[in-house]
T-cell receptor, first 112, second 117 residues
Framework: GEDVEQSLFLSVREGDSSVINCTYTDSSSTYLYWYKQEPGAGLQLLTYIFSNMDMKQDQRLTVLLNKKDKHLSLRIADTQTGDSAIYFCAEGSYSSASKIIFGSGTRLSIRP | DTGVSQNPRHKITKRGQNVTFRCDPI?????LYWYRQTLGQGPEFLTYFQNEAQLEKSRLLSDRFSAERPKGSFSTLEIQRTEQGDSAMYLCASSSDRPSSYNSPLHFGNGTRLTVT
C-alpha cells in the first residue's frame, strides 16, 4: 500500500539551514504537503506543492520535489528556536479526497 | 475565518464509558475528516464526509466508533465502551472541493486528547 517515510530526528544549530527529507511510494500522488506540529497542538499547514512542480519557495521555506525518485524535502533557512517542532510530510491524490497519507514525522531540535 | 474548532481539548474517561467529541470546520469547507494520532506517529485516517454524506471509513473505525455530520456543518465522533487502546489525539480537519480551492489542503483543529483509564 501507500507509504510515506521520514527520518525521526534532526538536530541543527540555530541560524543554520534545516533540511527534512521524505520519500513516498504512490506515483499517483497529486499533492505533497508539509505540516508542522508543536506540542499539544494540531497540525499547521506550512506549504504544499503540486506534483507537476519541482520547487516552491515561500519566505524561509523551500520545497524540492524529485518525482522520479519520489523524494520530497523541506529546507528551512536561518533556523530559529521557534522552528522546534515535529514536521510531517503527507501525500494526497486529487482523485481521492480521503487518500491523504502522513509520514511519522521528523522531530526538529535546535541547538544554541 | 476562525479555523477548525474542536471540543473538548482534553477528555479523561474510565474504560467502558462512552465519549463524544465535536468538530466545527471552517465555514466554507464542505469536506470534513477525522484522524487519530498516537504518540510518535503521524495522523491516521478514520473517516471523511462530503457535506452530510459519510463517504469513506477506515478499517481502523471499529463498530464502537460512529461519526455524524447531520447538517453538513459540524460533526461529532462518538466512541462507545471505550478501551485503553482508544487513548489518542483525535484530530478533525476540513477542506474544500470548490473550483476556486482546487482540492485545498487539509486544515486541522487542535485536536481532542482522549485518555482512557
Amino acid at each position: 500500500g501507500e507509504d510515506v517515510e521520514q527520518s525521526l530526528f534532526l538536530s541543527v544549530r540555530e541560524g543554520d539551514s534545516s533540511v527534512i527529507n521524505c520519500t513516498y511510494t504512490d506515483s499517483s500522488s497529486t499533492y505533497l504537503y508539509w505540516y508542522k506540529q508543536e506540542p499539544g497542538a494540531g497540525l499547521q499547514l506550512l506549504t504544499y506543492i503540486f506534483s507537476n512542480m519541482d520547487m516552491k519557495q515561500d519566505q524561509r521555506l523551500t520545497v524540492l520535489l524529485n518525482k522520479k525518485d519520489k523524494h520530497l524535502s523541506l529546507r528551512i533557512a536561518d533556523t530559529q528556536t521557534g522552528d522546534s517542532a515535529i514536521y510531517f510530510c503527507a501525500e494526497g491524490s486529487y482523485s481521492s479526497a480521503s487518500k491523504i497519507i502522513f509520514g511519522s514525522g521528523t522531530r526538529l531540535s535546535i541547538r544554541p | 475565518d476562525t479555523g477548525v474548532s474542536q471540543n473538548p481539548r482534553h477528555k479523561i474517561t474510565k474504560r467502558g464509558q462512552n465519549v463524544t467529541f465535536r468538530c466545527d470546520p471552517i465555514s466554507e469547507h464542505n469536506r470534513l475528516y477525522w484522524y487519530r494520532q498516537t504518540l510518535g506517529q503521524g495522523p491516521e485516517f478514520l473517516t471523511y464526509f462530503q457535506n452530510e454524506a459519510q463517504l469513506e471509513k477506515s478499517r481502523l473505525l471499529s463498530d464502537r466508533f460512529s461519526a455524524e455530520r447531520p447538517k453538513g456543518s459540524f460533526s461529532t465522533l462518538e466512541i462507545q465502551r471505550t478501551e485503553q487502546g482508544d487513548s489518542a489525539m483525535y484530530l478533525c480537519a476540513s477542506s474544500s472541493d470548490r473550483p476556486s480551492s482546487y482540492n485545498s489542503p487539509l486544515h486541522f483543529g487542535n485536536g481532542t486528547r482522549l485518555t482512557v483509564t
